[in-house]
């Protein structure tokens, strides 16, 4: 499995019952932003994923027929609520934390000079 799936698949599930979230910015959220298509891919190749958690721009329900339908159904069932065809995203939008690669942590970790350790 590429490095991509496994972090894209990582971020979906860190989407909490009652919560969504857009394929862009699970994208972005798995470290490639931009790549919303290879969300989508990501979703029809994988089996266990809270799938129907997952919305496109502006919180629309993007699955035809039933499948949408279904979608809509799971997120009632967990209380989220919309206005028309859309998932109401103030109330229901994930908020995915940032978090720092370990090349950015190294960067803003205290780091103690020669004179520090001296005590001057």
């Not at 394929?23 to 798995?30: H, V």
């Not at 699955?63 to 499948?67: A, I, R």
């Given at each position: 499995m590429s490095e991509m799936r496994i972090r894209i698949e990582s971020a979906i599930r860190l989407i909490s019952r009652g919560k969504v979230s857009t394929?862009?910015?699970?994208?972005?959220?798995?470290g490639y932003?931009?790549?919303a298509r290879q969300v989508v891919a990501t979703l029809r190749g994988s089996v266990g994923l809270p799938w129907h958690r997952v919305l496109g721009a502006g919180g629309q329900i993007k699955?035809?027929?039933?499948?949408g339908l279904e979608q809509r159904f799971r997120l009632e069932a967990e209380g989220?609520?919309?206005?028309?065809?859309?998932?109401n995203m103030k109330e229901h939008e994930f908020k995915f934390t940032k978090q720092k690669t370990a090349k950015a942590k190294?960067?803003?970790?205290?780091?103690?000079?020669?004179r520090e350790h001296k005590g001057h």
């Open positions: 394929y862009g910015a699970i994208a972005k959220a798995a932003p931009g790549a699955l035809l027929g039933d499948s989220v609520k919309f206005r028309g065809r859309r998932v190294r960067k803003t970790s205290p780091q103690r000079t020669r």
